[in-house]
């Protein structure tokens, strides 16, 4: 028996909504579905440890995909910055047969610690391929899609007692829900899970969501304006522009003077500053790892430079997440247990413990 436990990234509500998705409904109809908690700032490191770990920022330590560390503005990409181990890790200590599949090695290397057999879409090992094929680049749209097909290919061949398998987001960075792309990307997921389920009991859950966004607000620029000294590093930024152009919802700002930075930043359309021992409260973060202040956009606003001009907010066309706005995920537990929070998924089919997080 394989215990399947998905992370679906970027599946919002409103992909499922859109499109026919039958094997997720026949799931559902033995067990339990519906929508829970994802973590802030709604970003897939953040939320992908979370998932793995079942623990929150407070005790993973991951708080954004960049942060401040000593003045170093870091990636966060392995697993040096996981301050718990992953349910992945414990149960393989324990003497399971645990395999992880993820779309991007910066995942791998944060989840593979310990016994798990790790392994990525972007840079997949011989036995893999040998069991699936090559896969599509990872920013192709059906880079998802061979994850799951690689998902029921490694638990027919290796009966592992838990699999991971988190997919990519490249699909809703740049389709809305009901668009054919996006509906081809749905389908497959539920497909997949429909197939995964023939092994044994499966939960999934998204790490995000994702809207459009169309106002822009370079928040560097209006706290050298106003002469406030401070560092702004953008939560999304990673090494992955093409999806999302580093634009997200959320920003934290390093100063010495947060009084003066809030007061800067009070007239921008669709911000809202939150100082750090606020945030670490309300979303769980380890302040140690949180900007003292937390910048966060309404549904329609992302943060970052405004190159050219001298306009301090401007018009954009894209999708993304980061914000409060993209915390509502789907989730899916065959064993109809109910989740609350995206970091329980593990626990729906009774993995890790239950005081953890
Ligand atoms: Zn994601």
Redesign the pocket.
């Known amino acids: 028996m394989t215990r399947t436990v998905a992370c679906l990234?970027?599946l919002d509500p409103d992909y499922l909504a859109a499109t026919a998705t039958p094997e997720w409904d026949t799931i559902a109809e033995e067990g339990a579905t519906g929508v829970c908690d994802g973590l802030v700032p709604s970003l897939?490191n953040v939320n992908n440890v979370g998932i793995v770990t079942g623990r929150h920022p407070t005790k993973t330590g991951v708080t954004a995909n960049t942060f401040l560390d000593d003045g170093d503005r870091v990636y966060v990409e392995d697993a040096r910055f996981l301050r718990c181990w992953t349910v992945l890790a414990e149960t393989a200590d324990e003497g399971a047969d645990v395999i992880a599949l993820v779309a991007k090695e910066k995942l791998r290397r944060l989840v593979g610690d310990g016994g798990v057999v790790a392994a990525s879409a972007q840079e997949p090992p011989r036995w893999l391929t040998d069991l699936v094929g090559d896969p599509p680049g990872i920013y192709s749209g059906d880079a998802s899609a061979w994850l799951l097909d690689a998902a029921v290919a490694v638990a027919d061949a290796r009966d592992p007692d838990v699999l991971y398998v988190s997919t990519t987001?490249v699909v809703p960075h740049k389709h809305a829900p009901g668009t054919d792309a996006a509906d081809a990307w749905v389908a497959a997921l539920s497909d997949g899970l429909g197939r995964l389920r023939e092994f044994g009991p499966v939960a999934a859950v998204a790490?995000?969501g994702m809207n459009h966004k169309d106002r822009r607000v370079d928040v560097a620029a209006l706290l050298a304006d106003a002469a406030v000294p401070a560092e702004t590093v953008r939560c999304i930024r990673d090494r992955h522009v093409y999806h999302h152009q580093n634009l997200g919802g959320a920003a934290y700002v390093y100063t010495d003077d947060p009084a003066a930075a809030t007061e800067a930043l009070e007239d921008a359309p669709g911000t809202e500053v939150v100082d750090r021992a606020t945030a670490c409260d309300r979303f769980r973060l380890d302040p140690e790892r949180t900007g003292d202040l937390l910048v966060l956009g309404d549904e329609r606003t992302v943060f970052g430079p405004i190159n050219e001009g001298d306009d301090r907010v401007d018009r954009v066309n894209l999708r993304s997440h980061g914000s409060i706005h993209e915390r509502d995920v789907p989730f899916l537990a065959s064993t109809g247990e109910e989740v609350a929070e995206s970091v329980e998924i593990f626990a729906a089919v009774g993995l890790g413990s239950s005081d953890q997080t």
């Open positions: 990234d970027g897939t987001d790490d995000h």
